[in-house]
């Protein structure tokens, strides 16, 4: 257990609906991290929050975003949902924010069918 | 130029035996982090070992061990003694020191054949 909490662990939805997801950082670490791991498009960073504010963003979609509260924990909206953003989402924490070469500790992730 | 490159898509390994999986990255820093990962099927992200640049040894925990060639850019995960438990998915990551980002390879299958 990496401390990393997520839910829903499983959600299946209609396209063009809208879905939060949630994310738990593990005790005392205050960046999370996004990713969207699909079959074709393997492990993709999405975007980074440390301490509140947007750290750094990848490849993430208009249709994406995400936010982190004063607790820190962080949540992912996915709206206009399309078949293609069905994958698993992770979410993962690490102590430090930029120019901090410490690991992440990643979340059980939550599996988006998108159908 | 992709930042972590992992060439081999499956891997095969007798159990008791070694197992090298390969990464080589890409950066121009002088401060990065190296990192690998295993997915069992069950689909956790779990973290298995560090290599900063500057760490003159290679990282160890335990059966994995890190190969890190600093001046191939190459950082490849040696797994000893092999167990059946090791059949998983493992990944290659980067941090580079100016960045935020963490970087990942496309990933290699390992498979522990008993």
């Known amino acids: 257990d990496s401390g990393v909490t997520q839910t829903p662990k499983h959600l299946i939805t209609a396209t063009g609906q809208r879905v939060t997801l949630r994310c738990s950082p593990r005790?005392?670490?205050?960046?999370v991290y996004w990713y969207q791991q699909s079959l074709d498009q393997g492990l993709q960073f999405l975007i980074q929050?440390?301490?509140?504010?947007?750290?750094a963003k990848g490849n993430i979609l208009e249709r994406f975003s995400a936010q982190q509260f004063p607790d820190l924990h962080s949540e992912l909206n996915l709206s206009s949902l399309e078949l293609g953003d069905s994958a698993l989402y992770f979410c993962?924490?690490?102590?430090?924010?930029?120019?901090?070469?410490?690991?992440?500790?990643f979340g059980p992730g939550t599996r988006l069918t998108v159908t | 130029a992709q930042k972590i490159t992992q060439t081999q898509p499956g891997m095969f390994v007798q159990e008791k035996e070694a197992v090298t999986l390969d990464c080589t990255y890409d950066?121009?820093?002088?401060?990065?982090?190296l990192f690998w990962y295993k997915q069992p099927s069950s689909g956790e992200m779990i973290f298995l070992i560090y290599?900063?640049?500057?760490?003159?040894q290679n990282a160890t925990e335990g059966r994995y061990s890190l190969n890190f060639q600093k001046a191939r850019k190459s950082a490849n995960l040696v797994i000893s003694a092999s167990q059946l438990g090791d059949s998983a998915m493992y990944f290659c990551?980067?941090?580079?020191?100016?960045?935020?980002?963490?970087?990942f390879g496309t990933g290699t299958s390992l498979t522990v054949i008993p």
């Open positions: 993962a924490s690490s102590v430090v924010p930029a120019g901090g070469l410490y690991e992440q500790y």
């Open positions: 005790s005392g670490d205050l960046s």
């Open positions: 929050y440390y301490n509140g504010e947007e750290r």
């Open positions: 990551a980067m941090r580079e020191g100016t960045g935020n980002q963490f970087y």
């Open positions: 950066t121009s820093d002088q401060s990065y982090g």
């Open positions: 290599q900063g640049s500057y760490d003159e």
